[in-house]
């Protein structure tokens, strides 16, 4: 799907930017307005209404995508367009302005705008990496199912430590009582519960203290605790890798919004006080 969408139509929308790109560099060099370019002359009007119908259709389209079929031909299309276009926007709207900025809410326009289109690129890197890491990491299973692996083996592990010592119990109890999966975002992104980790290293550490009688159960409840890790490891990294995405989403959607209304401003401002 990363590979398809970047190819699409054999880089349909990355040849209709660059030569739209073209076209605009062209004009911009053979214009030569006195003075210098700016925002106020026939190409600085033309290019400010291309640059800012170009972010509104960007945002239309953003608002739209749920709507499509993953993997269907039209999400693939819209984010092509999505990529190319948006990045058509960094030198566009210089062009436009003539490369003045300052301290006003022109240039903050257009400083938020690199921001969404600087974490648009993050996204491109995110969604063509974590999607099949996350697959990789399930290996054919589900989230829930996973979680329901989890309920499973807390319950064989208390049935394998009940005729242990207290010792054994108690590693287990802790183990139960004390898993945190997911939580806060911070705790999302950071993982590592160690109770688990922790219970299985005091078993261990007791298990050379038994009796025979209980060598063999001990070395079960060993084999399952080292199998609930290995499987918290597999479900934190899944939260992991999904609360990765979803901070993409916390930073690029309310730029981009942020960025629709400086916009706006900036039209207002240009068209009622100038």
Known sequence: MHQSYLRHRDYLYLKLSLFSLAVAIVAYVVSRPRGGGNGGTWLGYTLGVISAGLIVWLMLLGLRKRSYQAGGVMLREWLSGHVYLGLLLIVLVPLHSGFQFGWNVHTLAYVL??????????????????????????????????????????????????????????????SVDNTRIGGSFSQQLRGGDPATRSALARV???????????????????????????????????????????????????????TLAAVGAHVLIVFFYH
């Open 113 to 174: 705008m690199c921001v969404v289109i600087a974490s648009g690129i993050a996204g491109v890197i995110l969604y063509g990496a974590v999607p099949s890491q996350i697959t990789e990491n399930r290996a054919g299973e589900k989230l829930a199912s996973m979680l329901e692996q989890l309920q499973t083996l807390d319950s064989e592990c208390k049935t394998t430590a009940a005729g242990l010592p207290d010792e054994f119990a108690e590693a287990v109890v802790y």
């Open 204 to 258: 261990r550490a007791k298990a050379h203290e038994v009796g025979e009688q209980y060598r063999g159960q001990v070395k079960q409840l060993v084999s399952l605790l080292a199998l609930k890790q290995e499987l918290i490891d597999r479900v934190e990294r899944d939260v992991r890798l999904k609360a990765l995405l979803d901070l993409w989403l916390l930073i690029h959607v309310p730029v981009a919004f942020a």
